[in-house]
């Protein structure tokens, strides 16, 4: 077995999209997840669903949509740099919608495309397709 020196842990941010609504009853449904390699992106990844559903928001949750997506996104993606979580929840009616990003440690899976397989990946057999 060979030992590589480099880490095999990557620094990122772990982001995620949870909503509640009468439908899912009292626990959240995970909706997306996302993998971020820097806070930008982690905030942008947020930005760009919150922009996505803002037309279809009452005044109430469009009005604190456009201040996060105006000015409090800064804030939020400034602490998430810092360490801390970053969350922005949306509600209208009976719906409430949360978006995380925190820091995390990935771990970084060997790449196949230039090494061998392991004699037990032959083993398996291919599953059949449906025409």
């Known amino acids: 077995m ?3 020196p480099q880490s095999t842990l990557t620094r990122g941010y772990w982001c ?3 909503a ?5 009853g009292q626990a959240p449904v995970l909706l997306a997840s996302f993998d971020a390699t820097t806070a930008t992106e982690a905030i942008n990844w ?3 669903a919150l922009r996505t559903i ?3 928001l009452d005044a109430e ?7 996060w997506l105006t000015t409090g996104h800064r804030t939020d993606a400034q602490a998430l740099s810092d360490g801390e979580l970053c969350t922005v929840t949306i509600s209208q009616a009976d719906t409430r919608i949360e978006w995380t990003a925190r820091p995390a440690l ?4 060997a790449h196949r495309q230039s090494r ?3 004699p037990c990946a032959l083993l398996f057999n291919q599953r059949p397709t449906t025409t």
């Open 46 to 48: 947020i930005r760009v």
């Open 2 to 4: 060979t030992h590589h």
């Open 106 to 109: 990935f771990l970084a899976l």
């Open 61 to 67: 949750a469009a009005t604190k949509a456009e201040a």
């Open 54 to 56: 803002s037309p279809s």
């Open 116 to 118: 061998e397989l392991p």
């Open 20 to 24: 509640q609504t009468a439908a899912t």
């Open 16 to 18: 995620e999209c949870w």
